[in-house]
Each structure stands twice: as C-alpha cells, then as structure tokens.
C-alpha cells in the first residue's frame, strides 16, 4: 500500500517562496519519474515539473526560471522549490510517481494561494 504524503502548501505573498515535499509511505518499486501537477478551480489539471529517473527535467513555460524540482530517492521523495510567486500560481498542486509499468501514484493535492 502506497500513499503519497504532500506537505508545504500555504498562503504566501506575491513575489514569495514555498517549498512543497512529496514523501511515498510504502515502498515503490523502479520509479521512471516524478512529478507535479496543479489546478486551479474552473481550469484543468497541468504538468508543473517532471523529473526522470535519468535526471531529465521538464517544466512549464509559465513556472521556467522561478520553480525548481528536485528528488531525493533514498527517501522517495520529491521537492519544488517555487520562487517569485505569482497570484496565477494559486492551485492545488499534486505529486506524481510512476512506474516503469507505467502505474500512477497521486499525492492528494496540497493547496497553495499567492495573495496579498
């Protein structure tokens, strides 16, 4: 039994730094990447950052220069840190794992609000 536990979420101001973590409580077997996600309501849900087992990295053109993801695979865990907060980055935001059998793990979304 697997459970993605997110934690970091808050209220920051605009311009504002958070840092969310994303630990796996069970053991999970040849992990290809992890990821974040977010939505904001009335919006779909969008890929924030991936990073691959091979170290890739990818992420969105509106988070480029200010969010960075990083992992740490003797705890299965996965950061991002996000940096000059913006109000357009208030969402819930979810971590991801797969699989090399391509099965999803999500965490169940940590809330982030960028107001002043």
């Known amino acids: 039994q697997v459970q993605l536990v997110e934690s970091g979420g808050g209220l920051v101001q605009p311009g504002g730094s958070l840092r969310l973590s994303c630990a796996a409580s069970g053991i999970i077997f040849s992990i290809n990447a992890m990821g974040w996600y977010r939505q904001a309501p009335g919006k779909q849900r969008e890929l924030v950052a991936r990073?691959?087992?091979?170290?890739?990295?990818t992420y969105a053109d509106s988070v480029k220069g200010r969010f960075t993801i990083s992992r740490d695979d003797a705890k299965n865990t996965v950061y991002l840190q996000m940096n000059s907060l913006k109000p357009e980055d208030t969402a819930v935001y979810y971590c991801d794992f797969i699989t090399v059998s391509n099965l999803n793990y999500w965490g169940r979304g940590a809330q982030v609000t960028v107001s002043s």
């Open positions: 990073i691959t087992r091979g170290g890739s990295i």
